[in-house]
């Protein structure tokens, strides 16, 4: 059984840094591409950022760029999100979820992922 599941969140000023956690079980982990997604309240779930398996390509939305930096661990079945520079706008639950596909483009919508994790919580006050 795969299991997802994030830590990290809470509350913060903007400004801030949090870094999530996304501990993976169930899997090989180390073949699976992972991301970042996030959801506002009412919104479609978002791309935020995405490691491949190895680690050596990654991407991120327009939004986080320059803030925002994902990474990944196989030796701990772990993939991180440090998130500097919070902003109010930055307020969501963040997801992870990975993917079994290895090659080709990271893929950066909700329906090219296998699993998901849970979610946790980001609220940045202004």
């Given at each position: 059984?795969?299991?997802?599941?994030?830590s990290?969140?809470?509350l913060?000023?903007?400004?801030?840094?949090?870094r999530?956690?996304?501990?993976?079980?169930?899997?090989?982990f180390?073949?699976?591409?992972?991301?970042?997604f996030?959801?506002?309240?009412?919104?479609?779930?978002?791309?935020?950022?995405?490691?491949?398996?190895?680690g050596?390509?990654?991407?991120?939305?327009?939004?986080?760029?320059?803030?925002?930096?994902?990474?990944r661990?196989?030796?701990?079945?772990t993939?991180?999100?440090?998130?500097n520079?919070?902003?109010?706008e930055?307020?969501?639950?963040?997801?992870?979820?990975?993917?079994?596909?290895?090659?080709?483009?990271?893929?950066?919508?909700?329906h090219?992922?296998?699993y998901?994790?849970?979610?946790?919580?980001?609220?940045?006050?202004?």
């Amino acid at each position: 059984q795969v299991q997802l599941v994030e830590s990290g969140g809470g509350l913060v000023q903007a400004g801030g840094s949090l870094r999530l956690s996304c501990a993976a079980s169930g899997l090989t982990f180390s073949t699976y591409t992972m991301a970042w997604f996030r959801q506002f309240p009412g919104k479609e779930r978002e791309f935020v950022a995405v490691i491949s398996w190895s680690g050596n390509r990654i991407d991120y939305a327009d939004s986080v760029k320059g803030r925002f930096t994902v990474s990944r661990d196989n030796a701990k079945n772990t993939v991180y999100l440090q998130m500097n520079s919070l902003k109010p706008e930055d307020t969501a639950v963040y997801y992870c979820a990975a993917d079994r596909s290895r090659y080709g483009s990271l893929p950066q919508r909700v329906h090219e992922y296998d699993y998901w994790g849970q979610g946790t919580q980001v609220t940045v006050s202004s």
